[in-house]
Every structure is written in C-alpha cells, then in structure tokens.
C-alpha cells in the first residue's frame, strides 16, 4: 500500500480565513513533505518534517504553518494567504529523508483564495 | 525537455507507438532519480527510479536510461497507450538533499 490521503480536495477561501489542510499516511514513513504547485510547473517544496520535526522550511512565508501531530499525520495551517497562493498543494511521504527514497505522493488539495 | 515559460513542452505519439521523454540534470553529484507521471487533477504517481551506480533499468513496459557523462535521463515507454497521456517529470536528489524536479513534458497519445 502507497496511498497518501488528503483532505479536502478542494479548498475556497478568504484572504482573512484560517483554514487547514490535512496528510495521513499509514505506511510506516519518518519523513513527510509539503509541496506547491502551480499550473504547468513542477512542485515546488515547502516543508520536510522528518521524524516528526521540521527539517526543512524552503524560505516559506509565514502564512503557511505546518504541522506534524505524529507519525502518520502533516498539516498545513493557512491564514492570511493572498490570491497568489492559489495553487495545488502535495502531500509526500517517504521511508526516511533523503539517502535515495522515493516519495510517495497523496492527490493534493487545490486551493482557491479569493 | 525544458520548460519554455508557462508551456509545457509536448511529445505527440501514436497509439502503439514507443515514446521517449528527455531530461536534463545540472548536479553532477546526483545519485538518484525518478520518473513521476502527473494525470490532469491527481499528484504525482511514482514510475521508476534509478541509481548512479546504474546506466538502464527496466519496468513494466517502461526503461530509465542514466548517461552520468552528459547528465541526461531518458523514459522509454514501450507501446504507448491513451492512459499514458499524462505530464512526466523526472526529479533527482544526493546524499539528504530535497528532490528537485525537472520542468516536466506532457505526453498526448493520439488513438
């Protein structure tokens, strides 16, 4: 089983809502990734939480939050995000960080700020 | 393929037809890669991956291709069906470093 979850699918909001999106995975993996992507391009990294603690934040503003409750669970608080925001947001996971293992990817959130 | 501002590069097959999609790394000290396909709405799905210490590797109906020299990598799809259209990225990582995707090209297979 490779299956990464996220919830919602999709997401409309304000620019003064909070939201969140949610990952689970239930394969065993340590590490977990937040990407963005826009239209016509590649996912781009956000977050790397590896053992449950954050190990990378790519530069990101601080309107993204995340989260890693435990093992199986990553998400990402939204607050006072901007229409360029709008994009897909991917959820990974894989065994460990780095060293050569593949990352698993859920079927991401489409998010819409208005 | 490259990216070329907000287009995707396209490769157009025929159905039964074998496809070949290019990518180009820049960090020698790449020692891992994989092949993603991205169907319209859903993330990445993982393909193949390949090891530097490996020039070809083989899957169902598909082949990763490594030349370490020139810093290429290649997926060969054997006998292209419509549900392979899809945009393919290959990405690449070394040692803890995050992976890092190519621009991606969008394969459109014509019945």
């Known amino acids: 089983d490779t299956e990464v979850t996220q919830t919602p699918k999709h997401l409309v909001m304000g620019m003064t809502n909070k939201k969140s999106l949610k990952c689970e995975q239930h394969m065993g993996h340590r590490a977990m990734y937040w990407y963005k992507q826009k239209a016509k391009k590649p996912p781009e990294l956000m977050f790397v939480?590896?053992?449950?603690?954050?190990?990378i934040n790519e530069s990101v503003p601080s309107r993204f939050s995340p989260e890693c409750p435990n093992s199986s669970l990553l998400n990402l608080h939204l607050h006072a995000l901007q229409p360029e925001d709008s994009a897909l947001y991917l959820c990974?996971?894989?065994?460990?960080?780095?060293?050569?293992?593949?990352?698993?990817f859920g079927p991401g959130t489409r998010l819409l700020v208005l | 393929g490259e990216s070329v501002g907000l287009h995707l590069p396209t490769l157009s097959v025929q159905e039964g037809d074998n496809s070949i999609i290019n990518c180009a790394y820049s960090n020698s000290a790449s020692d891992y890669f994989i092949w993603y396909k991205q169907e319209s709405g859903k993330g990445p799905q993982f393909i193949i991956d390949i090891r530097s210490n490996m020039d070809k590797r083989q899957g169902q109906r598909v082949t990763v291709l490594l030349n370490k020299t020139v810093k290429h990598l290649s997926l060969q799809i054997a006998a292209t069906q419509p549900g392979d259209s899809a945009v393919y990225f290959c990405a690449e990582t070394t040692g803890r470093r995050a992976l890092t995707f190519g621009s991606g090209t969008r394969l459109q297979v014509q019945p």
């Open positions: 939480y590896s053992y449950e603690k954050l190990s």
């Open positions: 990974a996971s894989s065994q460990d960080a780095g060293i050569q293992e593949t990352q698993y």
